[in-house]
């Protein structure tokens, strides 16, 4: 079995030797045993699974929740002579009844699926008709209620082992809790499965928490010429901070999940290519990222989960050599990520109080509205019924994850704005024609990035802030198009919503309870874990992580920004040479602490210790304007 493996792999993959522990993987597969693996992000579980799938007869069923990821996958696969399908949506009856067809009779060796296309009565059929030889789930801790990622969807996949009794599993993730192991073995209903756990250390990775005032001007002393992403949670922010770093001659792009396909396209292979240094995304630029030459992996904001932050900065350092996982706070992040996630999610009352107003929103009567379709302007909604765009957001969420509904979202037809006269001719034109000020000016404080590119917001927004009406909003943006002053792209829909069952307010949302109320209870831990990881500077951060994924007895790293804090204290010798090397650099003029930082080649705790130190005995004295000076 072994021989085969390596000569497949040398074939296919024109590698010499498998990473460790992935042989053992590949034998529980092939000796038809149902296993779970849990590699850390770059650990090789693609080819876990792909290689037995090569050696045994039949297709091999991959169940992935991510369309970009399925179409790399199968896109990498194709290149090797390997027949492979992946079925993603907007799929013709006819044309899936043809593709299923193809795996039934054409060899094909792997059929990738989202875990919601499973449910399709034409493709259950068509599953027992293949010779299946095992069925692969990817990222299963989308399974778990408690993982990070949960699609109720994924719950449906066991129904598979009434539909093909004789199949075995194989699950596959990069992050889970002891927790979620069990939950994934129970709900996949695995039988004795093998358990393969790497260790999630990674050696050559440094995790640093680094505090600054001010997080652009750490980037710029961050990031040199080395391959990065920096990671945002506003689609705004990704826009702002690439042209920061353009403008500090710092080669970046954007990416986010509003972004149109081309451009996302274009963007993601200039990075891919080297052709550009820095990525700064939104978690949209997600699972599936494999560039192994990424140095630093930033994280501008706080994350989510651990699951997330471990996931992301994962990215980093693939290729072996060591890498940086960064995140960059300070006082101000705490309350913002309690505010977007912890204040924003909706207690059991309010789904309820949601999807009652849904229902009379789109005019739906009780017993009524099954599997009917509607138009939906989610700002609209919100306007209409005075409630909180995220709390509301979130709620709507919530129903999608228990399949009581289902909300598209099209980005392509978002209201979007770009002001097209340059920025320093735009105060001037407003003094000329002050009708236009008011309103512009509430969207340039609110908007980043909307001088560069079409940027997407919200006209209630804007309503609400400039206390105007629709009609006058309208009007003006309209009026401006015309001049050719901005580019106005208005649509009145953005989103679709699915109603799944019908219409039953407390007997459709009352057995769910018990989910919803647990779900926001597992989300508040996970907000507590980061804050807890971020404010912990006496644990290795490491062993800090490590712990959180059920590791026993982790071993501090050395290198992360907890253990360098003891070696970061200066010596005597080291603080006179800063000092005199502060009192050269001041004879030239008063300047300010990021100006002294960005001068002088010491690390910049050391810099500000010494400028207190040199104030405190009134060596250096602080103008009005914030400047150091020698007294």
């Not at 997080?215 to 002393?221: D, E, G, I, S």
């Not at 920096?230 to 705004?236: A, D």
């Not at 002294?596 to 050391?606: H, K, M, T």
Request: proline share 3%; net charge neutral; charged share 25%.
């Amino acid at each position: 079995m072994q021989e085969e493996a390596l000569e497949i792999l040398k074939e296919y993959w024109g590698f010499q030797e498998f990473r460790p522990q992935q042989l053992e993987v590949i034998e529980s597969i092939y000796k038809k045993q149902d296993s779970l693996t849990l590699f850390p992000t770059g650990g090789g579980k693609s080819l876990c699974f792909q290689v037995p799938a090569m050696m045994m007869e039949g297709i091999c069923i991959v169940v992935s929740p991510l369309i970009a990821l399925m179409e790399d996958q199968v896109a990498n696969l194709q290149r090797r002579n390997i027949k492979a399908m992946a079925i993603i949506g907007g799929i013709q009856y006819s044309d899936l009844d043809r593709k299923l067809d193809n795996c039934i009779y054409g060899n094909f060796k792997f059929l990738y699926l989202s875990p919601e296309r499973l449910q399709q009565e034409l493709v259950r059929e068509r599953l027992k008709q293949m010779n299946i030889s095992f069925i692969t789930v990817d990222e299963a801790h989308c399974i778990s209620q408690w993982g990070h990622d949960f699609r109720p969807a994924y719950r449906n996949i066991s129904d598979l082992r009434k539909l093909l009794p004789e199949v075995h599993f194989a699950a596959f993730t990069a992050t889970a809790t002891s927790e979620v192991i069990r939950d994934i073995c129970v709900q996949l209903e695995l039988k004795e499965p093998v358990v393969h756990k790497k260790s999630f250390q990674r050696s050559n990775l440094y995790y640093e928490v680094i505090k600054t005032e001010d997080k652009y001007f750490r980037l710029t002393q961050l990031l040199k010429t080395d391959s990065a992403i920096i990671y945002v949670r506003s689609r705004n922010a990704t826009l702002e901070i690439s042209n920061f770093l353009n403008k500090n001659s710092i080669s970046a792009t954007a990416y986010h999940g509003g972004m149109k396909k081309e451009d996302k396209a274009r963007n993601f292979k200039a990075w891919q290519k080297n052709e550009i240094s820095v990525m700064v995304a939104t978690t949209a630029f997600g699972m599936g990222i494999d560039k192994p030459d990424v140095r630093n992996v930033i994280h501008i904001d706080l994350p989510e989960s651990i699951e997330s932050y471990f996931q992301e900065a994962g990215r980093a350092g693939r290729d072996g050599q060591p890498a940086r996982a960064i995140i960059l706070t300070n006082a101000s992040d705490i309350p913002v990520l309690k505010n977007q996630f912890l204040n924003t999610l909706p207690s059991f009352e309010d789904v309820k109080l949601v999807y009652r107003k849904l229902n009379s929103y789109f005019r739906i009567a009780f017993g009524e509205g099954e599997q009917s379709i509607h138009d939906f302007n989610f700002s609209d909604f919100c306007h209409q019924y005075q409630f909180n765009a995220n709390k509301t957001y979130n709620a709507i969420q919530l129903l999608d994850r228990c399949s009581v509904l289902r909300l598209q979202q099209n980005y392509q037809k978002k209201t979007e704005i770009q002001i097209l006269l340059p920025a320093n001719h735009l105060d001037a034109y407003l003094d000329e024609n002050p009708k236009y000020a008011h309103i512009l000016r509430v969207i340039l404080r609110n908007y980043g990035g909307i001088f560069e590119s079409l940027v997407p917001f919200s006209l209630n927004s804007v309503i609400d802030k400039s206390d105007s009406s629709e009609e006058e909003v309208l009007g003006i943006l309209e009026e401006l198009a015309a001049k050719e002053i901005i580019d106005f792209q208005f649509s009145k829909h953005d989103a679709s919503i699915n109603f799944l069952v019908p219409r039953e307010d407390e007997s459709t949302l009352n057995p769910l309870s018990g989910y919803i109320r647990e779900y926001l209870q597992t989300k508040r831990r996970k907000i507590e874990a980061v804050l807890e990881f971020v404010e912990n500077d006496s644990i290795c951060k490491q062993v800090q992580l490590l712990r959180y994924f059920g590791e026993e007895n982790p071993e501090a790293c050395g290198k992360c920004s907890v253990c360098n804090k003891d070696k970061k204290d200066i010596s005597r010798d080291d603080m006179n040479e800063i000092y005199l090397a502060i009192k050269r650099f001041l004879k030239t003029g008063p300047k300010d602490s990021r100006e002294i930082v960005s001068a002088l080649d010491y690390q910049e705790a050391s810099v500000l210790k010494v400028l207190a130190l040199l104030c405190e005995k009134e060596l250096l004295q602080r103008t009005a304007n914030n400047k150091y000076k020698i007294n």
